[in-house]
């Protein structure tokens, strides 16, 4: 029996092979941040960190994980990005939000000071269906502010 | 479902067959969606090469990897970082990119069509905009790979755990004994390619918007001395190596995907431009 590490916590992993890293973070561990919306690896609501990548985490299947530490939205509780997504209100109904700042998180992690162009290809992933792109843009941009 | 983690080539040829299991972008939607049925998965990230040695590129190196890395031919970084979407290129590996499978919707969408072993193909009376406008008479699946394009033109070479093929031999047109598209065995893997270096090269890519679609047609060029190659994708069932735009003129486009010559002619014009 392996262990799923995430957000600095070590859970023992007890799941049926062929399950998702999302499923098992929102229903076994009780994680519900991370967002499950078309559940077949296009949209980028349900993105994680493992090791600080990005990963898609409802086509991650949760036993090819390994030791790689898992970060979700809740794990990213205080980083700045959350506020600044606030204050450039860059979100409507907000599901894509925490994939959003999750996939915004590991671009300003590697390159702090972005372009719009670098955002834009950086943030490819990230599907609003509210088309909030725009202040999306402007919140990650200004994530320092 | 069983999941089997080899961490040698031993352990490997050991495991017996099932289901190659890399970064999982292709795969994992394809068994949810029941598209294949095994009851094994043969994780191969612990055997597979990854990272660049110079021309040698491990098969297990992610395309995030490979489209910032300075070492590697313009049209090869080019390719991966217009495929797919930014987490997808961080989790897809550059040897299972060459081994996705069909985007074409019937496909997906469990048509008993030819490339599932049925009598006909679906697209070529249907709904096929995105689909081939070359070798389309058994099917019109149209080849996704950018980089698969890419490494035509750069005439990789591809080792396995078995033999060593070269990147137009990875690829074949689907027969009525067969139906695959890509010419190694259901268990056999690549471990990495070896590409040569040519003295430019680039990438270009159409697609209805600027980010994140596979290509309407993509066209990589190389130019090796004088000799310049071609490799397009989007344009036929496997990607597709032309000598020059007069290849065009023997297209045999389906109603409403003539437009993609059209495209084809001018990328294939700008690229060469831009390799001189």
Request: glycine letters at 8%.
């Amino acid at each position: 029996m392996s262990d799923l590490i995430v957000n600095g916590q070590r859970y023992a992993l007890d799941a049926q092979v062929g399950r998702s890293l999302a499923s098992v973070l929102r229903e076994d561990i009780g994680l519900i941040g991370t967002k499950i919306a078309c559940n077949e690896g296009h949209c980028g609501a349900c993105t994680v960190l493992l090791d600080g990548v990005p990963t898609l985490s409802c086509i991650t299947l949760v036993h090819t994980v390994g030791e790689r530490e898992v970060t979700t939205i809740e794990g990213l509780r205080d980083h700045p990005l959350v506020e600044s997504f606030v204050r450039a209100d860059a979100l409507q109904c907000g599901f894509c939000t925490p994939g959003q700042i999750v996939s915004a998180s590991a671009l300003v992690e590697a390159n702090p000071h972005p372009s719009r162009e670098e955002v834009r290809h950086a943030m490819a992933g990230n599907i609003c269906r509210c088309g909030a792109y725009p202040k999306i843009e402007e919140a990650v941009l200004t994530w320092q502010d | 479902m069983k999941l089997l983690q080899p961490s040698s080539l031993e352990e490997l040829d050991a495991a017996g067959p099932g289901l190659l299991l890399a970064g999982g972008t292709d795969v994992v939607p394809i068994l949810r969606n029941k598209l294949i049925d095994v009851d094994t998965l043969v994780d191969i990230r612990a055997v597979v090469p990854r990272g660049v040695d110079g021309t040698r590129i491990g098969a297990g190196t992610t395309l995030a990897e490979l489209e910032v890395d300075p070492q590697i031919p313009a049209a090869l970084r080019e390719a991966c970082a217009s495929a797919a979407s930014p987490q997808l290129r961080a989790m897809g590996t550059i040897g299972g990119n060459l081994r996705q499978a069909t985007r074409c919707w019937y496909w997906r969408m469990h048509y008993p069509c030819f490339l599932h072993g049925g009598d006909r193909c679906y697209a070529q009376t249907g709904v096929h905009r995105e689909h081939s406008v070359f070798a389309n008479d058994r099917t019109a699946s149209a080849h996704p790979s950018d980089p698969a394009a890419a490494l035509l033109a750069l005439n990789a070479r591809v080792r396995t755990n078995r033999r060593e093929l070269s990147i137009s031999e990875l690829y074949r047109l689907p027969t009525n004994d067969n139906r695959d598209v890509v010419a190694l065995d259901y268990d056999e893997v690549i471990l990495d390619l070896e590409v040569p270096t040519p003295e430019a090269s680039t990438y270009l890519k159409a697609m209805d918007r600027q980010k994140y679609a596979f290509a309407l047609v993509g066209v990589a060029a190389a130019r090796f001395g004088t000799d310049v190659r071609l490799g397009l994708s989007g344009v036929a069932p496997i990607p597709w190596a032309l000598d020059s735009a007069a290849g065009l003129d023997d297209a045999t486009p389906l109603p409403d995907n003539a437009y993609k010559i059209q495209i084809a002619r001018a990328l294939i014009e700008r690229a060469l431009e831009a390799v001189g």
